[in-house]
């Protein structure tokens, strides 16, 4: 579903774009169901995720005959996720009941994949299809030379990748590196969000604002190239991208028992745990990552999965 003012797109290989302009956010589900009742049959209706979107594209399918595929790109059964937000309990809810009706499901990773079937037990198909992720980008990538020189006075440079958002848990790296890293580390913030005032009091309060560096939102891959560890402290993700990204540079990865770290090889602790991980590895490394279970080989297979599991809907039940 798409908000905003924008003109219908003309059609282009075989896809148009109807975006809702709708007025509120409230609006888009019924306005994607009215523009969807005028389309033509379909075979399937695919929708982004099992929230507002997957209800929309169920009510689509019922008024088209149509079979309806749900992709679920987040954790949304992480007992984190409703604490995040009381939207996020109404989304549960609202997935409980599109899940139940889908015909097939595509997930990001085999730890959802086991909450959901865990949960529901649905009657459909579960099919684990990762995001792709351009890791030659990430294994050729070079710091630049301004960069290198920014932080030349550290001999350690942690670095976090994130939307400064609540469920991204940034502050748990702000703490442990306050807590564990030596003098001469510094932590590296690439990405912005609702957090950033509130991460930069809490440096300043733990007396470290002088070695963390707030950057804005930035290209990562030479941030990647130039740090020593990558910190991913959130309390859920459904997928994980950056550990993707910084285990595709060859860069170790500290995170939370979230998405794809535990499959992919990054070092995985609890919360509670982190801060002595991160002295752990002062201590005696890792200080290089490796990526491994990372399933295609180019674009163009990621697309050829992504759609034999959209043509698979068709011939379920």
Same mark, same amino acid.
Request: charged share 25%; net charge positive.
């Given at each position: 579903?798409?908000?905003?003012?924008?003109?219908?797109?003309?059609?282009?290989?075989?896809?148009?774009?109807?975006?809702? @302009?709708?007025?509120?956010?409230?609006?888009? %589900?019924?306005?994607? %169901?009215? +523009?969807?009742?005028?389309?033509?049959?379909?075979?399937?209706?695919?929708?982004?995720?099992?929230?507002?979107?997957?209800?929309?594209?169920?009510?689509?399918?019922?008024?088209?005959?149509?079979?309806?595929?749900?992709?679920?790109?987040?954790?949304?059964?992480?007992?984190?996720?409703?604490?995040?937000?009381?939207? @996020?309990?109404?989304?549960?809810?609202?997935?409980? !009941?599109? +899940?139940?009706?889908?015909?097939?499901?595509?997930?990001?990773?085999?730890?959802?994949?086991?909450?959901?079937?865990?949960? !529901?037990?649905?009657?459909?198909?579960?099919?684990?299809?990762?995001?792709?992720?351009?890791?030659?980008?990430?294994?050729?990538?070079? *710091?630049?030379?301004?960069?290198?020189?920014?932080?030349?006075?550290?001999?350690?440079?942690?670095?976090?990748?994130?939307?400064?958002?609540?469920?991204? @848990?940034?502050?748990? /790296?702000?703490?442990?590196? /306050?807590?564990?890293?030596?003098?001469?580390?510094?932590?590296?913030?690439?990405?912005?969000?609702?957090?950033? /005032? *509130?991460?930069?009091?809490?440096?300043?309060?733990?007396?470290?604002?002088?070695?963390?560096?707030?950057?804005?939102?930035?290209?990562?891959?030479?941030?990647? *190239?130039?740090?020593?560890?990558?910190?991913?402290?959130?309390?859920?993700?459904?997928?994980?991208?950056?550990?993707?990204?910084?285990?595709?540079?060859?860069?170790? %990865?500290?995170?939370?028992?979230?998405?794809?770290?535990?499959?992919?090889?990054?070092?995985?602790?609890?919360?509670?745990?982190?801060? @002595?991980?991160?002295?752990?590895?002062?201590?005696?490394?890792?200080?290089?990552?490796?990526? +491994?279970? !990372?399933?295609?080989?180019?674009?163009?297979?990621?697309?050829?999965? !992504?759609?034999?599991?959209?043509?698979?809907?068709?011939?379920?039940?």
């Amino acid at each position: 579903m798409c908000g905003g003012k924008f003109e219908k797109a003309s059609p282009r290989k075989g896809v148009t774009l109807y975006p809702t @302009n709708s007025r509120s956010r409230f609006r888009r %589900v019924f306005d994607a %169901v009215r +523009i969807g009742k005028t389309l033509a049959p379909a075979d399937v209706v695919t929708v982004q995720d099992p929230f507002e979107t997957g209800l929309a594209g169920l009510l689509i399918a019922r008024h088209l005959g149509a079979k309806l595929h749900v992709q679920v790109h987040t954790d949304f059964l992480s007992p984190s996720y409703g604490r995040v937000s009381p939207l @996020n309990i109404v989304r549960q809810r609202i997935a409980s !009941y599109v +899940i139940a009706h889908a015909d097939r499901i595509r997930v990001v990773s085999e730890d959802i994949k086991q909450a959901i079937e865990g949960r !529901y037990r649905p009657r459909a198909p579960i099919s684990v299809l990762p995001i792709f992720v351009d890791i030659e980008k990430f294994k050729s990538a070079s *710091a630049l030379a301004d960069l290198v020189q920014k932080f030349a006075g550290y001999k350690t440079r942690l670095l976090v990748v994130s939307r400064l958002e609540q469920e991204k @848990n940034v502050a748990l /790296a702000v703490t442990a590196f /306050a807590k564990a890293a030596p003098k001469d580390a510094c932590l590296i913030i690439v990405g912005d969000g609702r957090q950033h /005032a *509130a991460l930069k009091r809490q440096a300043q309060d733990l007396g470290v604002m002088a070695r963390v560096f707030f950057e804005g939102r930035q290209d990562a891959a030479p941030y990647y *190239a130039l740090a020593d560890l990558v910190l991913v402290p959130s309390v859920y993700e459904g997928y994980g991208l950056v550990i993707i990204e910084a285990l595709a540079a060859g860069k170790p %990865v500290l995170s939370t028992d979230v998405g794809i770290a535990r499959e992919a090889g990054a070092i995985v602790v609890t919360p509670e745990q982190f801060e @002595n991980a991160l002295k752990g590895w002062f201590e005696s490394g890792p200080h290089t990552g490796a990526l +491994i279970k !990372y399933p295609y080989e180019s674009f163009e297979a990621y697309v050829k999965a !992504y759609g034999e599991d959209v043509a698979a809907t068709f011939s379920e039940g």
